[in-house]
């Protein structure tokens, strides 16, 4: 098992950028895929970005891409969220979640681990 914890948000406005941090502890994190989950008030929990284990592979949100960009250090346990350009509908609970794979998946039920959330709110 692998326990998770998001740092990172806050209140910014359109425009800024704003770097989450997915940090782990428990098993070997690089057996791991690793995604990015968001759910807005009123709103179904939805994909952002997602990392293969290894790190070699990415995948985006048509929402997001261009703007942000997921990585990982391995050594140091974290996958990071690295958002620029960012609007007021990214205002948002940001989740990280894990499932020990070599695939990337995009469908929340697919990740048995998740974090506790970071709110990030973006003012126009």
């Known amino acids: 098992q692998v326990q998770l914890v998001e740092t990172g948000g806050g209140l910014v406005q359109a425009g800024d950028s704003l770097r989450l941090s997915c940090v782990a502890s428990g098993r070997t994190f690089s057996d791991y895929t690793v995604g990015w989950f968001r759910q807005a008030p009123g709103k179904e929990r939805e994909f952002v970005a997602a990392i293969s284990r290894s790190g070699s592979s990415t995948y985006n949100a048509d929402s997001v891409k261009g703007r942000f960009t997921i990585s990982r250090v391995n050594a140091k346990n974290t996958v990071d969220l690295q958002m620029n350009s960012l609007k007021p509908e990214d205002t948002a609970v940001y989740y990280c979640?894990?499932?020990?794979?070599?695939?990337?998946?995009?469908?929340?039920?697919?990740?048995?681990?998740w974090g506790q959330g970071t709110q990030v709110t973006v003012s126009s």
């Open positions: 979640a894990a499932r020990s794979t070599i695939v990337i998946f995009t469908t929340s039920s697919d990740y048995p681990y």
